[in-house]
């Protein structure tokens, strides 16, 4: 439909939808009250509000910041999708001498944890906080107060499948490759520069919607290494791959009602932005589907699980 909600026009328009066939046992305005509450609009961006995300502390003990992911992974999963788990170790942690001797109090680590819906936030929050102990010690949970105003940011492709998978289930959404090949305006450019552009589509299974997306990959060959090009080639379409679709999914604003219960529209006035990412998301994007040089195999990534590869790397065969 190509119109961008506001969450509470949003809420009242989907109100109608939610209660299509629900008998009214309480008086209507009551209900309706109860409804547009509970209702939670999720969109493919990291969650960056105090509701939705929480700040632990008095996370104590030598463990390392691997550990101590793992630990609240396992406590906060139960309750609903989580999109981050960010572990901040003390500034200086104390020796076991220094612990064992009294010469120093151990310093403590904290940790945000994000979720996409704020009433999950607050389950965890309610169950965990005082009540769930790391090396014998209760971790205190609560609401992120301190939250700096940002701009929204898009999700990294890998975190989009996993909350259209959680939302939509797996067989309510599929994916297609409209196109992939070079920029028509590579000639234009350094000719060194490899610039390849894919258009994805998604849909939305049982509501008659799609949105779709275009996406750039650019990597630049050393010409004084032509055997190079074509796990550059493969890399830049990777990169193209995977925006696209990180832009598709971007439009795409679901509605969640207390039950359970989802809503979909695709907001097409969003504008394909070229997202800036992490040295972490870009290493883990050129390693996927790099060819090895000695056997000729081309590997893969969890991120690139569905039925889309097939086409990537028939592309690829086409372009390497």
């Given at each position: ?5 506001k969450p509470?026009v949003?809420k009242?328009f989907w109100y ?6 629900h008998?009214?046992?309480v008086r209507p ?8 509450q ?7 961006t990291r969650?960056?509000?105090s509701d939705?995300v929480?700040y632990?502390s008095?996370i104590c ?6 550990e101590?992911?793992l ?16 572990v901040?170790?003390?500034a200086?942690l104390?020796?076991p001498?220094e ?13 945000f944890?994000k979720?996409y819906l704020a ?9 965990l906080?005082g009540?769930?102990?790391i090396?014998?010690?209760?971790i205190l ?5 301190k939250?700096?105003?940002r701009a929204?940011?898009p999700l ?12 939509l289930?797996f067989?309510?959404?599929?994916s297609?490759v409209?196109?992939?090949g070079r ?7 350094d000719?060194?520069t490899l ?11 049982g509501w008659?919607?799609?949105?779709e997306g ?10 004084t290494?032509?055997?190079e090009?074509?796990r550059?080639?493969q890399?830049?379409?990777n990169?193209a791959?995977n925006?696209?679709?990180?832009n598709?999914f971007?439009?795409?604003i679901l509605?969640?009602?207390e039950?359970?219960?989802v809503?979909?529209e695709?907001?097409?006035k969003?504008?394909?932005v070229?997202?800036?990412y992490t040295?972490?998301?870009e290493a883990?994007m ?9 056997t000729g195999?081309v590997?893969t990534?969890?991120e690139?699980?569905?039925?889309n590869v097939?086409?990537l ?7 390497s």
């Open positions: 439909m190509g119109y961008h909600f509470k949003c009242t109608m939808y939610l209660t299509m066939g008998s009214m046992a305005e009551d209900q309706q009250n109860h409804i547009l509970s209702l939670e609009v999720v969109e493919f969650p960056n509000t939705r929480l632990v008095k003990g030598r463990l390392s910041k691997e101590v992911v630990k609240l992974h396992e406590a906060f999963k139960p309750y609903g999708l989580i999109n981050d788990i960010q901040y170790p003390p200086q104390p020796t001498a612990v064992e001797q009294g010469e120093k109090p151990e310093e403590c680590s904290y940790a944890v979720f009433r999950d936030a607050a389950k965890a929050r309610a169950g906080s009540k769930y102990f090396v014998g010690q209760p949970v609560q609401n992120a107060t939250m700096k105003k929204p940011y990294p492709y890998a975190k989009c499948l996993e909350v259209a998978n959680y939302f289930g067989d309510g959404w599929n297609d409209v196109w992939m920029d028509p305006e590579s000639s234009r450019h000719p060194n610039r390849y552009i894919c258009v994805g589509r998604i849909e939305i299974r008659n919607l799609s949105s275009v996406g750039l990959g650019e990597m630049v060959l050393d010409p290494s032509p055997q090009r074509g550059l080639t890399a830049a379409m990169i791959f925006r696209a679709f990180q598709a971007s439009k795409v509605v969640i009602l039950n359970g219960k809503a979909v695709i907001n097409n969003e504008p394909d070229t997202p800036l040295a972490e998301e883990q050129l390693q996927v589907n790099v060819r090895d040089e000695e195999e590997g990534d969890e690139m699980e569905d039925d097939a086409l790397l028939a592309a690829l065969e086409n372009y």
